[in-house]
């Protein structure tokens, strides 16, 4: 196992460099982080301009403590998930989200905006966040907290996008955990009754007398739908493995009821990337055989994804058999449940991807975040979708953003949000209209006066 600890002094050694590195830059040169994985879905073009200054991050991916007693840990904001929960579960502790991919990092999550299986019951990644250490675009490092006088960064901070600054650690609040998860997966036949099922269990906080520790879904066309439940337990007649053979998504289609540890709960989507490693191959038998453990991880498939974006490659065996562009929809929206199936039939007749990820989520807390603003008690389901879509006839190229844009679109009239990761086509009054412009702009010059670090805009819809 790698070692995923630093001690305080090495931390504040780290923060020092770091703040010389950023003041050493010079105005007017872009700056960007440098670090191992990103889970972006934004390929950014070169500009033509001067090459970025890139801040070598790498002291702030550890962890500093994990205090047992407070159920609290003081992480570094670039350390992923992985690193994190490996941790923190020797103190049968965890986070109380845990993003599914292995190398999303508590700074990605927190300012990025994560989500899991637990969002039902404890919000977003960065509710349970009581203070962050941040290097603020004008270069100054402060302590954040819900009551200081930073008070508006730590609540600004949520969807920013290391736009106004970076978190180079993060106190997190921690829960403890079980050794199993008692898994069951429910079907319906209508996305309507699939709705119902999740309001109840915001209500009750479980479904046919199972507990929902945690809760999410998987739509794989509009009369087969899954909500798999999941309570803490502490036994297990028997445990899955789906890091070998097994697929875990398509266990959902096929068992009722199923096992896993925690540490193998919390990454069941990860081995296959939910169900994109299909298009490598990796989900036929004999291609999984020999396709190295280490190498099944979503790290691995995002870095051949990126391969094939820069070199264009499946783009060019498609035209070369003469099949229609393909334009990427790789996006997690937000609707409120009662639209749930509304967007879910637009979803299917319009776009036609399959399958769906179904994640619902309620505000843990009583107060809103401003750059994304979830009304506070209201339920919401994701709905993530990712993979490609043949163009109609006729259009351009993938650019354009047809069904992309139609999707913003839908969002927007279903009362929903999309998140920023991907690629986005909003005109820039919209966007500011859509993600609370006034307040941003009022961060922006209190922490980026000078507009050293991109803004929200330029930085996820041109994609700079
Ligand atoms: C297929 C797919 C599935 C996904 N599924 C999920 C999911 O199930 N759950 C979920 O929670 N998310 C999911 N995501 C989205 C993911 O959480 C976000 O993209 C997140 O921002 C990624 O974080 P990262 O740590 O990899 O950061 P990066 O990709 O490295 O960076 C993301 C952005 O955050 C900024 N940033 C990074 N670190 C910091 C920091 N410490 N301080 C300030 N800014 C910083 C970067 O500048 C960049 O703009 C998914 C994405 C994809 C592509």
């Not at 905006?113 to 962050?132: A, D, K, N, W």
């Not at 879509?389 to 999707?407: C, M």
Request: net charge neutral; hydrophobic share 35%; proline share 6%.
């Amino acid at each position: 196992m790698r070692d995923v600890r630093t001690t305080n002094g090495e931390h504040e050694a780290a923060v020092a460099r770091l703040r010389e590195a950023y003041a050493a830059a010079p105005p007017g040169t872009p700056v960007r982080l440098a670090k191992r994985t990103s889970n972006l879905f934004r390929f950014r073009e070169a500009s033509g301009g001067p090459g970025p200054v890139l801040l070598d991050v790498s002291a702030f991916g550890h962890v500093l403590s994990v205090d047992p007693v407070t159920r609290t840990a003081r992480v570094g904001g670039m350390t992923t998930y992985e690193d994190l929960c490996d941790a923190t579960l020797p103190h049968q502790l965890m986070p109380l989200v845990v993003p599914q991919l292995k190398t999303i990092t508590l700074g990605g999550a927190v300012t990025g905006l994560g989500i899991e299986s637990t969002s039902l019951r404890s919000g977003m990644p960065h509710e349970s966040v009581t203070e962050m250490e941040i290097l603020t675009g004008d270069g100054r490092v402060v302590r954040a907290t819900p009551g200081n006088e930073h008070a508006d960064l730590f609540r600004g901070f949520p969807n920013s996008y290391g736009t106004l600054g970076y978190s180079l650690s993060l106190t997190i609040e921690l829960e403890p955990v079980r050794p199993y998860v008692h898994l069951r997966h429910f079907p319906f036949e209508t996305a309507e009754a699939c709705m119902e099922a999740i309001s109840q269990i915001a209500a009750e906080g479980s479904y046919q007398g199972h507990r929902a520790d945690f809760v999410d879904g998987t739509a794989f066309g509009p009369g087969e739908l899954y909500l798999t439940v999941g309570a803490f337990s502490d036994v297990a007649p028997w445990r899955s493995d789906y890091t070998g053979q097994q697929i875990y998504y398509q266990s959902v289609r096929r068992d009722r009821e199923d096992f896993l540890t925690i540490r193998d709960y919390l990454w069941r989507w990860d081995t296959d990337w939910f169900w994109c490693s299909r298009p490598f191959g990796v989900q036929k038998p004999m291609v999984r055989r020999f396709w190295p453990r280490r190498y099944r991880r979503s790290d691995v498939y995002r870095k051949l994804v990126a391969l094939d974006r820069t070199y264009n490659l499946s783009g060019r065996v498609d035209a070369r058999r003469h099949l229609p562009a393909r334009e990427a929809v790789i996006q997690d929206v937000e609707i409120p449940v009662e639209r749930g199936a509304d967007f879910l039939r637009f979803f299917q007749e319009d776009v036609g991807m399959s399958p769906v990820w179904m994640c619902p989520l309620r505000l843990r807390g009583e107060r809103s975040w401003p750059l994304y603003p979830l009304q506070p008690g209201e339920v919401y389901v994701n709905f993530g979708f990712w993979g490609t879509v043949p163009l109609p006839a006729g259009l351009n190229g993938p650019a354009d953003g047809y069904y992309n844009r139609l999707i913003e679109d839908q969002v927007a009239k279903l009362g929903g949000h999309k998140s920023l990761y991907s690629e986005s086509f909003y005109a820039e009054d919209e966007f500011y209209e859509r993600y609370n412009g006034e307040a941003y702009r009022a961060l922006k010059h209190a922490y980026d006066g000078e507009g050293r670090l991109l803004g929200l805009y330029e930085k996820c819809v041109r994609g700079r």
